[in-house]
């Protein structure tokens, strides 16, 4: 064992001999490696310390928030005229009021000369009346004709209605006795048939009437024992009471008598029947011939009926025509008037109008604060005088892109002015433009696209917002600055933290750094920050709402600051 180590030892002898320069260097790199160590260990020790000592501390406390946005303002007239006049090149021959003066509604301010234009007044009336007495005998003209072609047709549809009433009548009545004599020819028909039928079975009783009378005379005149007696006799087909009654019967002269007056009754029955069919048929046949004269009248007086209609219908139409025609010309005729003295009515009213302008008067109640004009001047354009209410005051302002938003109508803002020294007074968002404050920015945000036309040192556009004032005030003037605080959300008693104190983690999440000290096993006592995720709530000027589990009032929190230094990234920095 010992002659291994001996023998290792030498050779690590040998090796250290051979690699001199290379030994040196693994020498000087394990301490160089070591002091590394050293060094890093209490660099970090150094730069927790010194961490330790670059974090601020705050508190979870209650508190009432109030998030606002801070705006400066003018205080401007809620109703402010800058009166002009659209007429050009006259004299100004008054002017009544002066800066300062108070005025009311409908008072005269500045007056000027209009002598010209009621010259041309006086004479564009003189044209508007001869025009609307022309106008006015073209319009009763057609008005007459409409009157008499309204009369002309009423006496024409009359007429036409009386001729189409009458053969009207004529016809219905034609008809009727058309129908009439068809119903009589109906029954007259039956008739007929009913007295042939009654003078047949006359003549068939007449017939056996005739044969039994002619019986009767056979046998009257034979020996009584006829052929047909002796025929029957022989054959045995007769009984002897029979044979007696046939020659008692044939020596009987009264049942000839008998059968001659039956026969006598027969036949005159059956001529009474004949001749009471023949008159039926006769009045049959006088009926029809009735029926088609009456077919032919009713067809005739249904022609004159319908020619009667026809007329009726092309007078009514006609006439009508010749109406609306005459009510044509007379519509036509007012348009006529109408248009034709209508740029004499519209060249009174302009002069008329223009006259009414020749006293300039206040629109509102208020103070002058502008009198650009003075008597003597020839009146050119622009305003003449600026009336200001210096009693309803409201402040405006402009608000960035980023803030208007959240800015809406109803909100409460408080504001303070030099003139009201401390006092804070109170107002309401009552506007909320829409449009960047120029034309020109909203112009050119609707054509280009952009939002940010209307700039203001950044590049931003701004809004116009109005403040009604709350709170009555006298010390309140025209052009004064208020500086604002618009209330955007107010909460009370919530749990809040330093704004800086809300942080992100490196998971992306909300955290505040709970402060709690801790000892270890050797007894020392330190300080750790433990994370505790939370959900941010309205934020104020300096502190911000919070709320989350295990969140208390008196726990300290951490709040970095921007001047704390990463010692050993100093340390490794060249």
């Known amino acids: 064992m010992k002659t291994k180590l001996k023998n290792g030892f030498k050779k690590v002898k040998k090796w250290i001999k051979k690699h001199k320069v290379l030994t040196v260097f693994l020498i000087l790199a394990a301490v160089v490696v070591g002091i590394y160590f050293r060094l890093q260990r209490a660099g970090q020790e150094m730069a927790a310390a010194l961490s330790q000592m670059a974090i601020e501390t705050g508190e979870v406390t209650y508190r009432d928030i109030t998030s606002t946005v801070n705006a400066t303002g003018y205080v401007r007239s809620d109703n402010s005229r800058s009166l002009t006049t659209t007429l050009m090149n006259l004299e100004v021959t008054d002017v009544n009021v002066e800066v300062g003066d108070r005025v009311t509604v409908g008072q005269a301010l500045v007056s000027f000369d209009t002598e010209d234009i009621e010259e041309n007044l006086a ?15 073209t319009v009763k003209g057609a008005q007459r004709n409409l009157e008499d072609a309204v009369g002309s047709r009423d006496y024409q549809v009359t007429g036409a209605r009386k ?8 016809y219905e009545e034609a008809v009727a006795d058309y129908n009439d004599t068809v119903k009589d020819l109906e029954e007259k028909r039956k008739e007929e048939e009913e007295r042939k039928q009654d003078r047949d079975d006359r003549e068939k009783d007449m ?9 009767a005379q056979r046998e009257q005149s034979g020996s009584g024992l006829s052929p047909d007696l002796l025929d029957q006799i022989d054959k045995g087909t007769i009984s002897g009471n029979e044979i007696l009654e046939n020659i008692a019967g044939a020596f009987d002269t009264g049942a000839v008598t008998a059968a001659q007056a039956e026969y006598q009754a027969a036949s005159a029955d059956y001529s009474a029947a004949a001749a009471d069919y023949e008159k039926a048929k006769a009045e049959r ?13 009713m067809d005739a007086n249904y022609r004159t009926y319908d020619r009667a209609a026809d007329t009726f219908n092309n007078t009514v139409r006609m006439q009508n025509s010749a109406v609306a025609g005459s009510q044509d010309s007379l519509t036509n005729s007012r348009l006529s008037a109408t248009i034709g003295s209508q740029a004499q009515e519209n060249q009174v009213e302009t002069y008329e109008k223009q006259l009414e302008k020749g006293i300039l008067t206040s629109p509102i109640n208020g103070t002058v604060t502008a009198v650009n004009v003075k008597e003597g001047d020839t009146y050119g354009g622009g305003v003449i005088v600026t009336i200001q209410d210096c009693e309803d005051f409201i402040v405006e302002a402009e608000i960035d892109e980023y803030d208007i938003s959240d800015i809406k109508e109803g909100m409460k803002v408080l504001f303070k002015t030099d003139a009201t020294r401390e006092e804070q007074l109170e107002g309401e968002v009552t506007f909320v433009s829409p449009v960047p404050t120029s034309a020109a920015a909203s112009s050119s945000a609707m054509g280009s696209g952009s939002a940010t036309s209307l700039t203001t040192g950044g590049g931003k556009a701004t809004y116009q917002i109005k403040v009604a004032i709350r709170t009555a005030t006298d010390r309140l003037r025209l052009g004064m600055t208020a500086k604002m605080n618009i209330v955007l959300n107010e909460v009370e008693h919530v749990l809040t933290v330093p704004y800086d104190a809300v942080q992100t983690d490196e998971n992306g999440d909300t955290v505040v750094y709970v402060l709690e000290q801790t000892m270890d096993a050797e007894g020392k006592t330190t300080q750790e920050q433990r994370p505790v995720a939370v959900t941010v709530g309205t934020e104020g000027d300096y502190y911000v709402e919070v709320s989350g589990d295990g969140l208390e009032e008196g726990m300290k929190v951490a709040i970095p600051k921007e001047e704390a230094v990463d010692l050993m990234e100093l340390m490794m920095t060249p």
Not at 163 to 170: A, I, P, Q
Not at 207 to 215: F, G, M, N, P, V
Not at 285 to 297: I, P, Q
Request: proline share 0%; net charge negative.
């Open 123 to 137: 004479d564009a009336q003189e044209s508007l009346n001869v025009a609307q007495a022309q106008n006015g005998l």
């Open 163 to 170: 001729d189409l009433d009458y053969s009207k009548t004529t």
């Open 207 to 215: 017939e056996r009437a005739k044969d039994r009378l002619e019986k």
């Open 285 to 297: 046949e006088a009926l029809e011939s009735g029926v088609d004269a009456k077919k032919s009248a």
